[in-house]
């Protein structure tokens, strides 16, 4: 069940205040590691879950935002994952369709990665999956312009590496832009952030990696029960 709040801020990455309706004050944890770029300002709309695990420190997770320009994002990153797994396996991605198996956390490269998703067929290569949440809009570019990373990202530049390495090895590589913010209708490598993300981004595509974005009903997932 989600609750709703006020986001007063966000600070040391993890943690956020929020204001109940009665004026209660709580600070709750925040689930991404990025830099949230329009994506937490103060006064935003926020909806948290509550957790009954006692060894956690904070009881609360942020897990959507409605912002002050009328969007839905789903802050917590890790959901795209399970948006991206459920699609799979229900076959919602064409492109991605008719494998026999579906594996997720996979090891893999020469870096010690672990791909999100190994789909594999006795009559097809193996296919190698990376998902990136992507809730970064920047409208200076264009209306519904999205972008990946939010902030320099050196684990997405390994990822981008490996990614490379399993195509020239032989097998199949896709990265999927899961987007869970509902202004974003494009997404494309963030060069005005990271601008060896960008680089990688556009060897990877020269080198046969795959580049997909997924719009995930997020809404409707989180929103199942609301106070």
């Known amino acids: ?65 409605y912002t002050q320009a009328g969007h839905w994002i789903c802050i917590n990153s890790v959901k795209a994952n399970a948006f991206i797994e459920k699609m799979l396996k229900h076959n919602q991605i064409p492109e991605l369709a008719r494998y026999n ?9 020469n870096e010690n990665s672990r791909i999100d998703f190994l789909l594999s ?9 990376e998902v990136k949440s992507c809730t970064l809009l920047e409208s200076r570019f264009g209306k519904g312009a999205g972008f990946f990373p939010d902030a320099v990202s050196q ?31 494009s997404v494309q490598a963030a060069e005005h952030i990271d601008k060896n993300y960008a680089k990688l981004f556009e060897q990877a595509k020269q080198q046969g990696v795959e580049v997909l974005c997924c719009f995930p009903k997020f809404k409707e997932s989180l929103f199942q029960r609301i106070e």
């Open 1 to 65: 069940m989600l609750q709703r709040a006020t986001l007063i801020k966000r600070y040391k990455r993890f943690l956020a205040d929020i204001e109940l309706e009665n004026g209660e004050l709580l600070t709750i944890y925040c689930p991404n590691t990025g830099a949230m770029t329009h994506c937490a300002d103060p006064g935003d709309q926020v909806w948290y879950s509550t957790s009954n695990n006692p060894k956690r420190k904070y009881q609360y997770t942020w897990e959507l935002t």
């Open 101 to 109: 198996t579906i594996k997720a956390e996979v090891m893999y490269g």
């Open 121 to 129: 067929d006795n009559n097809k290569p193996d296919c190698y999956v």
């Open 155 to 185: 684990r997405g530049q390994k990822h981008l590496r490996e990614l490379i390495e399993m195509k020239q090895q032989g097998f199949r590589s896709v990265l999927i832009f899961a987007v869970l913010h509902t202004g974003i209708t």
